[in-house]
């Protein structure tokens, strides 16, 4: 399995998609260093961690990934283990936005929906400036790309923060300042 064509094979005799998280959980496990491939060493190692010895065991175990990995104390090393597992370039330190809305969907949408939505919107926003009673401000144009602060303080923002109320969140902390927009943004809507 050392190219992405033998990955879509693989995914095709497990009978899960390519694009689905359970792959990415996959190449957690494996440590997999590089997007789309797996050295031997891995794939051993991957093989070992899930304790599957035959194709049966191995399409059952990748099948079980999604509920083991989000419901162990290891998600956020997963989590943080993805964004570097989307870097297609040496020394590579952030990742474009359009991919990273993709990626969060992806890693938290179904276990944070409501915070992953509004972000993706907040990302997505073209810039122009609004009159919202009588004030004026500029909706988001200064991310274009998120690094890996940005994007662990956005699991950190998910995991301790009240989104229906925001009450708990205190800019004074010390949040990545994108995150303090965010929530600027997100009171302006309400």
Not at 105 to 119: E, H, N
Not at 136 to 152: A, E, G, P, R
Request: hydrophobic content about 40%; proline content about 3%.
């Amino acid at each position: 399995l050392s190219s992405p064509d033998g990955i879509v094979s693989l995914c095709s005799d497990l009978g899960v998609d390519h694009t689905d998280v359970r792959i990415l959980m996959l190449a957690w496990t494996m440590q997999a260093e590089k997007q789309g491939y797996f050295t031997l060493e891995e794939w051993r190692k991957g093989l070992k961690a899930l304790r599957a010895d035959t194709a049966v065991k191995l399409k059952k175990a990748v099948l079980d990934l999604d509920k083991t990995v989000r419901k162990s104390s290891s998600f956020a090393d997963f989590y943080s283990y993805s964004f570097k597992y989307c870097f297609t370039e040496e020394k590579q330190k952030s990742i474009d936005t359009e991919s990273i809305c993709i990626l969060l969907d992806l890693v938290l949408g179904s276990k944070f929906r409501p915070q992953v939505d509004s972000l993706i919107q907040y990302l997505k926003v073209p810039g122009f400036i609004v009159l919202s009673f009588f004030f004026f401000f500029q909706l988001q144009t200064d991310y274009k790309v998120i690094n890996m602060d940005q994007w662990m303080g956005f699991y950190r923002f998910c995991s301790e923060i009240n989104f229906s109320t925001l009450e708990n969140y205190d800019p004074d902390l010390a949040w990545p300042l994108i995150l303090d927009n965010f929530v600027e943004w997100v009171r302006s809507k309400r």
